[in-house]
């Protein structure tokens, strides 16, 4: 079975500065691995996908991620925080039949001007 | 290009109603999902489908009916809504099966049971 732990439930960065947040998971088997991003009222966006090619995975808006399986870790950052980053961010692990989503509890960033 | 679309987005009802949820995609998608996402609790699966015709409960499918008689429609309904179902509920297609493939969510419907 699958799960995801998001370390953090909310992280508050200034404009200009880095942001990280945290993600362990567990799968029985070989994961993919999602960042999905929620802003207010509206859909979830893909942010960016691990499918056990290259380890660092680039997404969209200058966000990145590393997959680290001896740390179960699939933590997202992005160098500099702009205030249209504020929102809610999802980690998810994918795997069995029918493609099922599991998805963490969130992390609401928070961008101080 | 209109990809998924649900209605209605707001909707208040009463305590023993039945309430439908409509999702459609414009994809041609074979896989769609019902999401229910409540504070504290991210998203949790109430049911899914890999075609017309066939679907499968999720982690949370208890109080609510699905069906899907056409490709691109995949309603939800409450058959008798309770205040514990008060949630936001996406939908969501993804194109194949398999680990690799990215879900596409549609907007979501708020829902407020009193």
């Known amino acids: 079975a699958q799960s995801v732990t998001q370390l953090d439930s909310h992280v508050s960065v200034s404009e200009g500065t880095p942001v990280l947040l945290r993600c362990n998971y567990s799968?029985?088997?070989?994961?993919?691995l999602f960042w999905y991003v929620q802003h207010p009222n509206k859909g979830l966006q893909l942010l960016l996908k691990y499918t056990s090619a290259a380890t660092l995975v680039k997404g969209i808006n200058g966000f990145e991620a590393e997959f680290k399986k001896s740390e179960t870790s699939f933590h997202l950052t992005k160098p500099s925080a702009h205030m249209s980053d504020a929102a809610e961010y999802f980690c998810v692990v994918s795997g069995g039949y029918g493609n099922k989503l599991v998805f963490g509890a969130g992390t609401i960033l928070r961008v101080k001007s | 290009d209109a990809g998924i679309t649900q209605s209605p987005r707001y909707k208040i009802t009463e305590t023993g109603r039945q309430v439908t949820l409509m999702c459609h995609q414009t994809w041609s998608h074979s896989y769609m999902f019902w999401y229910r996402q409540d504070l504290g609790h991210g998203l949790r699966l109430i049911y899914y489908s890999a075609a017309a015709d066939i679907t499968d409960k999720g982690e949370v499918p208890d109080g609510y009916v699905v069906s899907r008689s056409k490709t691109e429609n995949f309603p939800l309904t409450l058959e008798s809504a309770t205040r514990s179902q008060t949630s936001v509920y996406f939908c969501?297609?993804?194109?194949?099966?398999?680990?690799?493939?990215?879900?596409?969510f549609g907007p979501g419907t708020r829902l407020l049971v009193l």
């Open positions: 799968s029985s088997y070989s994961p993919s």
């Open positions: 969501a297609s993804s194109e194949e099966p398999g680990l690799q493939e990215t879900q596409y």
